[in-house]
């Protein structure tokens, strides 16, 4: 377990480190980019980043109402597997059936780091 300094540095060096990496990357609008929750520009697809004292997870969610649409794009995305497996150190998580808190269902593929508590 970290001390409350040594958790305090490793957040400001991931956000400041993060901070730098998107520091160019600007929306369609010419917007600064908001990566916690990136905007793909495709309706009901969304890129997310969620971190917390437990750990890490970046995920792409495919959140379309009609399930047809949401079983092609997942699909289409199932293509690329090999490619997406390979350009990650963790092992991806393939949901195509995931229930969120409200109870509605999506397609996730989603990658964790689980480094305990810090």
């Known amino acids: 377990m970290l001390s409350k300094a040594e ?6 060096d991931f956000y400041t480190a993060l901070g730098l990496m998107m520091q160019g990357s600007y929306s369609e609008m010419h917007k600064k980019t908001r990566w916690t929750n990136y905007r793909t520009n495709v309706k009901d697809i969304y890129v997310r980043l969620d971190a917390d004292n437990k750990g ?24 690329l597997k090999n490619l997406l497996q390979s350009e990650f150190a963790e092992e991806i998580i393939w949901h195509e059936s995931f229930f969120k808190e409200d109870g509605s269902q999506i397609s996730r593929v989603e990658v964790r780091l689980e480094q305990g508590s810090l």
């Open 7 to 12: 958790r305090q540095k490793l957040n400001t």
């Open 56 to 79: 890490a997870r970046f995920s792409i969610d495919f959140q379309q109402k009609d399930a047809e649409v949401r079983a092609l794009f997942w699909e289409q995305l199932g293509e």
